[in-house]
């Protein structure tokens, strides 16, 4: 009797000890496994990582990365992975770390890419939630701007190679690869936009600064009031006098906005509305990050030509 | 390499002119040649240096290339042995000297940094309610709610990591009649001492909310409703089920989300294991979280729970209490912000070993819907019971809906009314508004 207990106790733990093998991953055929918060990493992670990566976005470039539900099944794409890139700057404060912890992934590295990168509107030291979801490190949409593409490349490529050493060459060959095509692309991008600089737009959400001062435009306005807080009529009405007044051409919105608002305010007031892309994989034809800039270069210059206003 | 420092070089000489352009006179001019004289050879001397490391670098880079990958495996695990080795060799005795930076000088440290203090956020709530038949409704559901105003609670939350190992939480909670509570004061374990803690596994120790069902392990601020189901109140109590111990929970290596949890309890529960408590015996629990993705907006889970610990009611029967819980979720991930929905259901049964009892064999169950129809609004309804299963009776029902203005995820204005029936009372109303609201660090919403 005693002996049949003290088999099943071993059968026990031995199958237990199997699970907890078959729990912990191997490397797929020697790849890393990297998980990025936005798809805009993931573009940039699999140009760089090539055929030495395994990479997989945990969000959709339609949805607004501010709001994302920490679902479970988001845990488990965490828990297969080696590497996380997130942006940082609190913009995924509300889901990250509860993905993280839930994970329970201790072989997980995870680095915020922002390093290196001129971080806009950081907030002075009297912040307060009165002035809306403002981000207390700056504005987190740093991606918007292509050059900041390249910095985030070549933080990806040092990242990989700490963590692969063996292939160190191969990622800083491949940052380089796809620094050089991108920039080329971003000297016909600006040559493109060169006659639309200093022109004034309107935007719904703070989330255009980095591309704007890339082009040189102006934003001469938000919708929102307060960022991340549904606008009030009385600003909407002060908005759309002023955009008269000062002959705005242009309403900006990202895909998960909803248009209601935005298209009601560029109606009233005589402009366009111009739906962009904010992320890679927002408009199917944004599939990468340079198709993301031809996108969103494409659509400005349509709209800002055809206006032709200030 | 060479490029960028004689950049930084003719940059540095450049500015130097620029920096003292205002001085004129002789003097001035002959000292600024010899600093510059001098900052020329500092710079040429730091580019000797810099030099010197890269060629370093570069040769310590080559030669781990040229090194075979076997030897280099063997030469880590040497390494390893070594540190282990040391690691385990007797110990230094303990230097007496003080430390150089508190010796001399004679100052002590003053300065309090307030870099380390713990992410902290605060909850207020207040209901103002109208019962139609307060005291029938306090015996039918327990609830304590008056007519008028109430601080209903204010909750305090701290987070912080303690050290490498551990992170902390702790809520504190205020009610009207001034009790505070401890409701939760847990520390969670983010590394070992000795290496990777297994993939998947996750380790808590100290008082918590412990995972039976779902609502149990909300916080009141975070009740879809203002008041609790009727199940969780009578079985659980006001607070719920708050208990010391400790708790492992696994994920399983599985392709959807499947989570065993696995707790050890101190068992001071009083309404489920009585005055005494389970304390002699302990109290244990198991919960298994299932969680599937049906589609990319559209989610289910599925949740069974037990829970058991010797009772110090009379006869001193073990107190067993089986639940499950079925969740779904929709929110359009492009819409995210304006339209979701929530479906949720959970069934509690409560049994104890002994001879016919009265009140030994109870159950309840609550299903609630809630709809965002706008980006600021919600709409929710909500059926619960409970009753004593054997013998059967006294059975309760109510249906409750609520409208709720959420203008951020910071404050919400909610307004919910409510019609109960039970054994023995007329039939009860209430109407209930309460303010929900949130300072501080911006929480992570649990999914």
Same mark, same amino acid.
């Given at each position: ?14 199958v ?18 990297v ?39 988001? *845990? ?47 907030p002075?030291? #009297? ?30 490529? /040092? ?52 591309l ?22 009385? /600003? ?6 002023? *955009? ?12 998960f906005?909803?248009?209601?608002i ?16 904010s ?8 599939? #990468? ?22 | ?88 060799g ?20 003053r ?6 203090n ?15 038949r ?9 609830l ?36 505070? #509570? ?31 069902g779902? /609502? ?25 089920i708050?208990?010391?111990?400790a708790?492992?929970?696994?994920l ?15 068992? #001071? ?40 610990g ?19 979720k929709w ?29 030994? /064999? ?21 059926y ?59 929480p992570?919403?649990?999914?």
């Open positions: 009797m005693k002996q049949r207990v003290t088999e099943k106790i071993t059968l026990a733990l031995l237990a000890g199997a699970v907890v093998a078959a729990a912990e991953p191997v490397l797929a055929g020697g790849k890393l496994s998980v990025t918060t936005i798809p805009d990493l993931a573009a940039i992670a699999r140009e760089v990582g090539g055929e030495a990566v395994e990479v997989e976005s945990i969000t959709k470039g339609y949805q607004d990365p501010h709001y994302v539900q920490a679902k479970p099944s988001y *845990m488990l794409e965490v828990r297969r992975a080696d590497l996380l890139f997130y942006v940082g700057l609190d913009l995924e404060t509300g889901w990250l770390p509860l993905l993280v912890e839930g994970a329970r992934n201790s072989r997980l590295r995870s680095l915020a890419v922002s390093d290196g990168i001129a971080i806009l509107e950081v002075g030291k #009297d912040i307060s939630r009165a002035q809306g979801d403002i981000h207390p490190q700056g504005n987190p949409h740093y991606w918007l701007d292509p050059r900041n593409g390249i910095v985030v490349a070549r933080t990806i490529a /040092h990242e990989l190679a700490s963590v692969d050493p063996s292939r160190s060459a191969y990622f800083s060959g491949r940052a380089g690869a796809f620094a050089d095509r991108l920039g080329a692309r971003i000297a016909q991008w600006e040559e493109a936009m060169a006659g639309r600089r200093g022109k004034r737009v309107v935007a719904y959400h703070k989330q255009w600064e980095y704007a001062r890339w082009l040189g435009l102006e934003i001469a306005g938000y919708i929102e009031d307060k960022p991340g807080i549904p606008p009030s009529p009385a /600003h909407l009405a002060e908005l759309i006098r002023e *955009m008269k007044a000062r002959e705005i051409p242009c309403v900006l919105a990202a895909t906005t909803d248009p209601k935005p298209e009601l305010v560029a109606e009233k007031a005589g402009a366009r509305f111009v739906v962009l892309p992320s890679v994989g927002a408009l199917p034809e944004a599939s #990468d990050y340079i198709s993301l800039f031809d996108v969103i270069t494409e659509r400005l210059a349509q709209a800002l030509a055809e206006n032709g206003g200030s | 390499m060479g490029r960028v420092l004689n950049t930084i070089a003719l940059a540095v000489f450049l500015s130097l002119p620029l920096a003292r352009a205002q001085g004129s006179d002789d003097t001035e001019r002959s000292l600024r040649a010899e600093e510059i004289l001098r900052l020329r050879k500092q710079v040429e001397s730091l580019k000797a240096t810099l030099e010197e490391l890269e060629r370093r670098l570069r040769a310590l880079e080559s030669e781990a290339k040229t090194r075979p990958e076997g030897e280099r495996v063997e030469a880590e695990r040497d390494l390893e042995r070594e540190i282990e080795a040391a690691l385990r007797p110990e230094e005795p303990p230097t007496l000297a003080p430390e150089p930076s508190e010796r001399g000088s004679g100052r002590a440290i300065a309090i940094s307030r870099a380390f713990p992410a902290i956020s605060v909850n207020g709530l207040f209901a103002g309610g109208y019962l139609s307060r005291d029938a409704w306090e015996r039918a559901t327990g304590p709610l008056d007519n008028g105003l109430n601080l209903q609670e204010v909750e305090g939350r701290f987070t912080a990591d303690v050290d490498p190992f551990l992170r902390a939480d702790l809520t504190l909670t205020f009610d009207q009649e001034g009790d505070s #509570d401890v409701e939760e004061a847990y520390v969670k374990l983010m590394q070992s001492p000795w290496g990777r803690i297994p993939s998947g596994l996750g380790l808590r120790a100290g008082k918590f909310l412990v995972p039976f779902r /609502h149990n392990l909300w916080h009141t601020h975070q009740w879809p409703f203002v008041d609790q189901p009727l199940a969780n109140n009578l079985l659980f109590g006001e607070e719920g708050g208990e010391l111990g708790e492992a929970s696994y399983l290596p599985a392709s959807w989300y499947s989570e065993i949890t696995l707790a050890a309890l101190a068992g #001071d529960n009083e309404t489920l294991f009585g005055e005494e408590g389970g304390r002699e015996s302990g109290a244990y629990l198991a919960h298994l979280k299932n969680f599937f993705d049906l589609g990319e907006s559209t989610t289910v889970e599925l949740g069974q729970s037990y829970l058991t010797k009772s110090s009611y009379a006869g001193d029967p073990w107190t067993h209490v089986a639940g499950f819980d079925l969740t779904l929110r359009p991930l492009e819409r995210a912000v304006y339209r979701s929905f929530v479906w949720q259901t959970e069934g509690l049964y409560l049994g104890r070993d002994r001879e016919a009892a009265p009140d030994d /064999h109870l159950g309840g169950i609550y299903s609630y819907i809630a709809y965002q129809f706008a980006r600021l609004w919600w709409l929710q309804f909500r619960d019971n409970f009753a004593s299963l054997r013998p059967a009776g006294a059975e309760r029902h109510r249906w409750t809906t609520m409208l709720a203005l959420v203008p951020s995820e910071f404050s919400a204005v909610r307004l919910q009314y409510a019609y109960a029936t039970a054994e023995g009372e007329r039939d009860m109303q209430e109407i209930l508004l309460q303010l929900n609201y949130a300072i501080g660090s911006h992570a919403h649990n999914y």
